[in-house]
């Protein structure tokens, strides 16, 4: 059976063409059960785009729906600024926050469904283009297909690990300067280890299909570390909704 991936598609929403990677329709038995790759990614904020009734916005291919999963929420306001540009009749259209768990369990939802609603993801093109100056195992540069996750090596490539809530973990970054700060301190604690850390890049769409695949335990150690603009984003919209409903409860009363 195929995995919930689909790589590399170029697909046209709403007219504009972009470059993702699909969660496709076609479910196959996981490796991990889905309870423990939902902990692994429900730690990400994404962002998707909705109409005013709350529907996502989504664009067709023969049978076929899609809608854009966006790793940056300025990445989806700046696309509908520019979709009400081009398709001005579209109506009122909004920045919906999901999880990444949230993302996949619908993608799971919607393969149950005969042409049910595929997921693009789309990520953010300067982490993009930093993740094609890190050299492939090759030693070449090459184009980066996916969103991109970073992560250090040490010694003989293992995996640099953290330590999150006193438990040790392997961590993935959204954002390439958040990991620089984090070896370059490391260099200056521990100077011998200096010349053997090198900060290496591999695709989200990776870390899911072996979670799909793959029954390695390393993969329930997995971190995800969100970027700094999606937890922001997440926080200042809680601290809004809390306020709206505590100035409401003052109304009411």
Known sequence: MKSLIRWGATLGIVGSTVLGSILTQTLQAVALPVEQILPRLETVPVFTITNEQGYFLTASEGEKKFTGVFISQKDASSYIE?????????????????????????????????????????????????????????????????????????????????????????????EKSQLEKIVEDLKQKQPQLASTLKIEVISLEAIIINLEKSNDENLTKIHLEPTAESVEFVMRSLRENNNQRNNQTNTDR
Not at 107 to 135: C, W, Y
């Open 82 to 174: 520019q979709l009400k540009k081009d398709k001005p009749d579209l109506g009122k259209l909004k920045v919906l926050p999901l999880s990444l768990s949230q993302v996949y369990q619908l993608a799971r939802d919607n393969a149950k469904k005969e042409n049910g609603l595929s997921f693009i993801f789309q990520p953010t093109q300067a982490q993009v283009e930093l993740a094609q100056k890190i050299p492939s195992s090759n030693g070449q540069n090459q184009q980066f297909l996916g969103v991109p996750l970073f992560y250090a090596t040490v010694g003989e490539g293992k995996h640099l690990p953290a330590q999150r809530n006193n438990q040790q973990v392997f961590p993935f970054f959204f």
